[in-house]
């Protein structure tokens, strides 16, 4: 069974670091068309994607956001994990790592995690 | 602002067939794809590349494209298709993704 489980704090404060793991099973971090990405969802609003990174060590970030995050692997763990420095309460929301297909012409997020609400707030 | 349009809401009756549109430029380039979330719940992929289904999807959603327009149809909408449904697709950079900003089915 494939599964993708976020972990993190679920409470940071103004101007912290956070730090989110997505623990991934039933797939490796090493299959070439795969790869993991971060995405996130402000109460009431849309999705935002945040990152990706593949296999070969790829990665790419939303523009917005790019300086700061920061995205990693540990294929050995089958965990990603997303940085997001200076956080702010805009940043509050629920945020989902989800796996990430490349197919000839579609790219496309065919599982997700539960998701992990973060707060931020003094 | 999203790079992918979405029209806020639609609403359809219960049986009847309704279509839910995205407009973007990048989707002359890029086929889009579809999630499904429904209230507390993670987005769910409903339909990618050209018109694929995962597996436990009903073959009452289908999808298509033209030009910068991809559409989800649901045919014989039911109550439990009531949800909100986001497109996404790769943008002009071919390495990062958008999503569109939701559109919110009722089933009447």
């Known amino acids: 069974q494939v599964t993708l489980k976020e972990s993190g704090p679920a409470l940071v404060k103004p101007t912290e670091t956070l730090t989110l793991t997505c623990s991934v099973s039933?797939?490796?971090?090493?299959?070439?068309?795969?790869?993991v990405s971060w995405i996130r969802q402000s109460p009431g609003k849309a999705l935002e994607w945040l990152a990706h990174?593949?296999?070969?060590?790829?990665?790419s970030y939303s523009t917005s956001l790019k300086s700061r995050l920061t995205i990693s692997k540990d294929t050995s763990k089958s965990q990603v994990v997303l940085t997001m420095t200076n956080m702010d309460p805009v940043d509050t929301a629920t945020y989902y790592c989800?796996?990430?297909?490349?197919?000839?012409?579609?790219?496309?997020?065919?599982?997700w995690g539960r998701g992990t609400l973060v707060t931020v707030s003094s | 602002s999203s790079e992918l349009t979405q029209d806020p809401a639609v609403s359809v009756a219960l049986g009847q067939t309704v279509r839910i549109t995205c407009q973007g430029d990048?989707?002359?380039?890029?086929?889009a794809s579809w999630y499904q979330q429904k209230p507390g719940q993670a987005p769910v992929l409903v339909i990618y590349g050209k018109n694929y289904r995962p597996s436990g999807i009903p073959d009452r959603f289908s999808g298509s494209s033209s030009g910068n327009t991809a559409s989800l149809a649901i045919t014989g909408a039911q109550a439990e298709d009531e949800a909100d449904y986001y497109c996404n697709s790769r943008d002009s950079s071919g390495n990062h993704l958008a999503f569109g900003g939701g559109t919110k089915l009722t089933v009447l």
């Open positions: 039933g797939f490796s971090l090493s299959n070439a068309r795969m790869g």
């Open positions: 990174i593949f296999s070969n060590d790829e990665k």
């Open positions: 990048y989707l002359r380039s890029y086929l």
């Open positions: 989800a796996r990430i297909r490349r197919d000839y012409s579609s790219w496309y997020f065919d599982l």
